[in-house]
């Protein structure tokens, strides 16, 4: 299984984006998947997750309310919608696989990683 994360870009301040991420190959949609973000000299920290189910739905903190996280599994995609962007959510954004059916907030819970993709925000 590959996961492939697009979407990225510059925005300025407010503005939306929002990341895909297609898992191509024997893909499952029996685990949990989720986002993660590392900015320039910090480490990768979790932004949203998903059950296997798409019931149960986790955020930071810092993205509640202005992110969303789902899925469509007909066309095995998970997607971030990102609304109200700040310049704080500047990063390379990075999808991943979940061990488990649910989705935890910890990296070493992910099994399977995307390529990253960047997104900027401008003040």
């Known amino acids: 299984v590959q996961l492939q994360a697009s979407g990225g870009g510059l925005v300025q301040a407010g503005g939306s984006l929002r990341l895909p991420c297609v898992a191509s190959?024997?893909?499952?949609?029996?685990?949990?998947m989720g986002w993660f973000r590392q900015a320039p000299g910090k480490e990768r920290e979790f932004v949203a997750g998903?059950?296997?189910?798409?019931?149960?739905?986790s955020y930071a903190d810092s993205v509640k309310g202005r992110f969303t996280i789902s899925r469509e599994y007909a066309a095995n995609t998970m997607y971030l919608q990102m609304n109200d962007l700040e310049p704080e959510d500047t990063a390379v954004y990075y999808c991943?696989?979940?061990?488990?059916?649910?989705?935890?907030?910890?990296?070493?819970?992910?099994?399977?990683w995307g390529q990253g993709t960047q997104v900027t925000v401008s003040s």
């Open positions: 998903i059950s296997w189910n798409g019931r149960y739905r």
């Open positions: 190959g024997r893909t499952s949609s029996n685990n949990g």
């Open positions: 991943a696989t979940a061990r488990q059916a649910v989705a935890g907030t910890g990296a070493d819970q992910y099994m399977r």
